[in-house]
Nanobody, 129 residues
């Protein structure tokens, strides 16, 4: 099993920034992709960003590239999501997930019904206008 715990969510005004953290523990060898996903009520969970834990190569959903940055610490126990220039459309529950995949990009952008992995409980981000 892989355990993931998110933190860093909260309320911020439009234009502000937040940094989310995902602490990863357990059998971390089971995962080579760690990603951030978000979901609003009534909508499907969508990918935000992912990182390949071996190479630290980042992947982003195109619409978010430039505002969001994913990174990991050297020990690979923590993955961060720096979010800048936030707008109300970024309000959502943000989830951290981990899985072993041949393509972190495909895992990130794939349909939610086909997306496997270990998941955290989520952290709420609310952006007010």
């Amino acid at each position: 099993q892989v355990q993931l715990v998110e933190s860093g969510g909260g309320s911020v005004q439009a234009g502000g920034s937040l940094r989310l953290s995902c602490t990863v523990s357990g059998n971390t060898y089971r995962a080579n992709c760690i990603g951030w996903f978000r979901q609003v009520p009534g909508k499907e969970r969508e990918g935000v960003a992912a990182i390949h834990t071996d190479s630290a190569y980042p992947y982003y959903i195109d619409s978010l590239k430039g505002r969001f940055t994913i990174s990991q610490d050297n020990a690979k126990n923590n993955v961060y999501l720096q979010m800048n220039s936030l707008g109300p459309q970024d309000s959502a529950m943000y989830f951290c997930a981990a899985d072993r995949q041949s393509s972190c990009r495909m895992w990130l952008s794939g349909h939610p019904s086909t997306r496997s992995g270990y998941w955290g409980q989520g952290t709420q981000v609310t952006v007010s206008s």
